[in-house]
């Protein structure tokens, strides 16, 4: 292990791309501590201090902007504007033709789609941070503690002051997408998909040691041993696939013969990745917030279906949200994987190459197979979705811990994915030039 780390540093090219990578997290890490223009830095960290956690509105998007958003930074909303621009410009494939010929179209047509997804994503960096500032002004964005200072976290309210905020963070996020780009092109791994890693690795030493100070280091090493379970039992679900057969007749063009060889469709058991369940938290962050914004003046009683929201589908802790939750998630995986694998299409282009499945007659019959496999496969994937994402409820519900619990939910997933993925770029990179790779 360690000559194959070795090897890794004397090779010059991976060197660079190591060392080029590893710049850009530093200057992303860097950025997301810097407070945007008229930000009260000393406040702000007040009122961290004393809400120890997001609050539950805003967790997933502090989650993915590695505690950046609560701290108004000018990376407060981090990478959570292009996953969102991503998902709907794969979504709008399925409701547009022109992007699903695009999509076809190759590499001419995915860069046009990428240009999109830019344009999408500038559009909703200015529509979040709006949203992000008129929050923090109305000291709405730590709604847990009554700290005055937590009412006085802009210094100024001007509308200039409000609009070099909003350019701010809005430039800030397309800086973020610049530098995954950079690292796509010039580093190691998927650049978008390290810097949700980085976001999310840095609030794990912060956790950890917040329940370390209280709930005791024996608690502590629990969480540990049960973080390793969860982390192994993760790695083995993402690493299984339901593998396919699939043979290839001969053919002879003029006297060469082609095909002939035996190869497989490899299916996996999660084929949705961690979309699922960044679809249902963001669904269900809907009626909070519906219901923040009919809260009653003061001196008024709230109206029933407010509290009756407030106490079932805010609170991480409730059955009632635990069980929509899990359930948003199983439907949301076969919504996703429906629309992300197509075996009419496969089926088609099985027969246009000559391959078949042993056992099935191409064409129709193929797709309804591929169909058949798919939907067995990905019922077990959705469970396990639906049970990792439940992890920190259930650890917040049962022993109090704070509701970022680290080892669960879609940090968990997106942390040992990219780290999986990465791994195996490295590893393959290895190959190419010494015939050993780092995983044996």
């Not at 621009?85 to 995915?110: M, N």
């Not at 990428?114 to 992000?132: F, P």
């Not at 499945?357 to 979705?385: M, Q």
């Amino acid at each position: 292990m360690f000559n194959a780390i070795g090897r890794i540093f004397r090779t010059p090219d991976l060197r660079r791309k190591i060392g080029f990578t590893l710049g850009i997290i530093a200057l992303f890490r860097l950025g997301s501590f810097i407070p945007a223009p008229f930000v009260d830095f000393a406040n702000v960290q007040q009122c961290l201090a004393a809400n120890q956690g997001a609050s539950g509105l805003y967790e997933l998007v502090n989650l993915f902007s590695g505690g950046a958003l609560l701290q108004l930074s000018i990376f407060a909303l981090g990478i959570m504007p292009y996953i969102t621009a991503s998902i709907i410009t794969q979504l709008l494939r399925v409701v547009i033709p022109h992007f699903e010929t695009l999509y076809k179209e190759g590499q001419a047509g995915q860069a046009k789609l990428t240009q999109y997804t830019r344009y999408l994503t500038i559009a909703l960096g200015v529509l979040q941070s709006t949203t992000l500032i008129t929050v923090a002004r109305s000291g709405a964005l730590f709604p847990a503690n009554s700290d005055p200072a937590c009412t006085q976290l802009i210094t100024n309210d001007a509308w200039y002051a409000i609009l070099l905020m909003v350019i701010t963070m809005t430039a800030g996020t397309g800086l973020i997408m610049w530098l995954g780009e950079l690292v796509t092109e010039r580093g190691i791994g998927n650049g978008m998909s390290l810097l949700i890693f980085v976001s999310i690795a840095a609030t794990f030493p912060g956790s950890l040691w917040g329940i370390a100070v209280s709930r005791g280091f024996d608690t502590f090493a629990v969480v540990l041993a049960i973080g390793l379970v969860i982390v192994l039992a993760v790695v083995f679900v993402e690493q299984s696939q339901r593998r396919v057969p699939v043979q290839y007749a001969k053919r002879m063009v003029g006297r060469r013969t082609y095909g002939g060889n035996n190869t497989y469709i490899p299916i996996k058991v999660n084929m949705a990745g961690v979309v699922p369940v960044i679809f249902a938290s963001s669904l269900l962050y809907l009626p909070a917030l519906i219901a923040q914004f009919n809260q009653p003046a003061a001196g008024e009683e709230p109206q029933p279906w407010v509290v009756w929201v407030t106490n079932n589908l805010t609170q991480g802790s409730s059955p009632l949200y635990m069980l929509v939750y899990f359930l948003l998630i199983v439907g949301f995986t076969y919504f996703y994987v429906a629309i992300t694998f197509n075996p009419d299409e496969v089926a088609e282009n099985m027969k246009k190459y000559g391959g078949f499945i042993p056992g099935i007659r191409a064409g129709r019959p193929t797709a309804e197979y591929l169909d058949y496999v798919l939907t067995r496969v990905t019922l077990p994937g959705s469970l396990y979705l639906g049970l990792v994402a439940l992890i920190p409820l259930i650890a917040f519900a049962v022993v109090g811990a704070d509701q970022n619990f680290p080892f669960g939910g879609a940090s968990i997933l997106i942390i040992v994915g990219v780290g999986l993925e990465t791994v195996k770029q490295i590893d393959a990179q290895l190959q190419q030039r010494h015939y050993e790779g780092l995983l044996r």
